[in-house]
């Protein structure tokens, strides 16, 4: 089975026994829970546009390892084209969900790590690049969803993992047995962890030889003994729990998903290891994850931001001011930011590698652009979102209040905007851009624009390392003509 429907993915997921707390309590079944339901959504549309022709270019690809037919989010990129394919099918799926669709992070995982443990094994003779091939494979046959969970707590900023306090602010092993490793600790905010069947763990920093325990990456089902997960409140989140909830809701059928995943002495069979204490080869597999992923975000975010930009053009309709100059202004302003960070997501993807393990790594230098941008445009475009909605954004009465014979006709009433249009579409418009500008897609359209993938001084960083201002320097030196 190497596509699953999106009925087939649900099932699947079904018959995983996560261990999930939301809102002080256990849950059960994730699958049906109103809060949870449109996170699991989004994925499934990742599984249901794969069945499209039309989007079949987009949204599947030919494995490198059996040349099988395969979901993208499961492809070791072999050209600059998948690169570029995978950012349109990011913006595909951000228009079609308006949400976090949160498969992308095993995707930049699987390709992270693929370069790395085959770089790891030439230098330290270990064979981690086997067993990730056949990890991999595994996940292409059977079309799962991989949560990348890169992460740590990390508790003191200003100290390294072994020098923490508290030894479990990253994750470590904690025991070497014949047959495997135990590791305890934490991996914070992770994206649709609830909605995956393996999570694909990996270290977050660069370390130093002491740190050699904090050294390690592997895969393990999301179901194993020991991992918990505490879902991350989102604003609005209990808006789904009203009866009958549908307009206050703004996005009802998709949304995003976080999680605090604790592994407490969970156990990893060494097959499903792919580093373990070689210390110099954490940065190597952290600088690559954060490029692929600050790539993501130049599909993702355009792809959602497409769907912000259409909602406010449709408030201004809806209100009668959509011919105002200011308007077409304002609304030209957001496209051009959101066309920009599409281009900033192509032009990384463009200019992409091969690395020595074959797969495709994009510019490292151009990916970080892109995110450092993304730290920035999708603040703006909701500004101008919140400005053309006007304040009625966040002080319309509720659903209840429409339904209400008391209230309903007056609201009916003085809430309308143009005549041809229902003023129930017009505030349907307005929850719309609620929930991406402030609701529980803020999460991952505003917030996550700022630290996903990375916090902005994360990316300024790479963009001091890898800008080459020597060279700059030189050219002006030749141009000035002034002696080297
Ligand atoms: Fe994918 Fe964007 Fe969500 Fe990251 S934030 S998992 S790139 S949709
Ligand atoms: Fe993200």
């Known amino acids: 089975m190497a596509l699953m429907t999106g009925e087939q993915y649900v099932e699947s997921l079904r018959k995983l026994k996560l261990n999930i707390y939301m809102l002080g309590e ?48 499961l492809n070791l990129h072999q050209s600059t084209d998948d690169l570029v394919k995978k950012v349109k099918m990011q913006r595909l799926l951000g228009q079609k969900t308006a949400a976090c669709f949160q498969r992308c992070v095993g995707m930049d995982a699987i390709n992270a790590v693929y370069s790395t443990t085959y770089e790891t094994d030439q230098k330290c003779g270990t064979n981690y690049h086997e067993n990730f091939k056949k990890f991999v494979e595994y996940a292409e046959e059977n079309d799962l969803t991989i949560d990348g969970a890169m992460t740590d707590p990390k508790g003191d900023r200003g100290l390294s993992p072994s020098k923490q306090a508290d030894p479990d602010l ?70 789904k729990l009203e009866k009958d909830a549908d307009l206050d809701v703004g996005n009802k059928v998709f949304g995003g998903v976080e999680a605090l995943v604790v592994f407490d002495n969970v156990f990893v069979p060494n097959d499903r290891i792919f580093l373990n204490g070689e210390t110099e080869f954490a940065g190597m597999v952290v600088e690559r994850f954060a490029g692929y992923h600050r790539q ?122 143009v005549d041809s249009v229902p003023t129930m579409d017009r505030m349907k418009i307005l929850r719309l851009i609620e929930n991406l500008c402030l609701g529980t897609a803020a999460v991952g359209y505003r917030t996550e624009s700022m630290h996903g993938a990375g916090s902005p001084q994360a990316q300024r960083i790479m963009i001091s390392r890898q800008g080459n201002l020597a060279h700059k320097k030189e050219l002006a030196k030749d141009i000035a003509r002034i002696d080297k």
């Open 296 to 417: 993501s975000y130049g599909g993702c975010k355009v792809g959602v931001g497409d769907v912000l930009i259409g909602a406010a053009a449709l408030a201004a309709e809806y209100n009668g001011a959509a011919k105002a100059s200011h308007i077409k202004d304002k609304l030209i302003e957001m496209m051009h930011l959101n066309e920009t960070l599409y281009s900033c997501g192509i032009a990384c993807s463009a200019e992409g590698q091969k690395t020595e393990a074959g797969n495709y790594q994009i510019d490292l230098l151009l990916a970080n652009v892109c995110k450092q941008n993304i730290t920035r445009f999708p603040y703006e475009i909701t500004r101008l979102a919140e400005d053309i909605a006007g304040g009625l954004m966040v002080t319309m009465p509720s659903e209840q209040d429409f339904k209400n014979p008391a209230t309903k006709d007056m609201l009916e009433k003085y809430l309308k905007g």
């Open 170 to 239: 990253y994750l470590r092993v904690v025991e070497r047995r014949e047959d495997g490793v135990v590791v305890r600790g934490a991996k914070a905010h992770q994206t649709g962890i609830c909605n995956s069947h393996e999570v694909l763990v990996l270290p977050t920093v660069s370390m130093k030889p002491e740190d050699k325990d904090y050294a390690i990456a592997f895969s393990v089902p999301t179901d194993t003994e020991g991992i918990t997960m505490i879902i991350g409140r989102q604003s609005c989140d209990t808006r």
């Open 26 to 73: 256990k849950i059960d079944n994730p699958i049906d829970n109103p809060i949870l339901r449109p996170s699991l959504n989004s994925v499934k549309m990742t599984y249901d546009l794969a069945q499209v022709p039309e989007y079949e270019d987009l949204m599947t690809a030919t494995s490198k390892l059996t040349g099988n037919k395969i979901n993208r989010f």
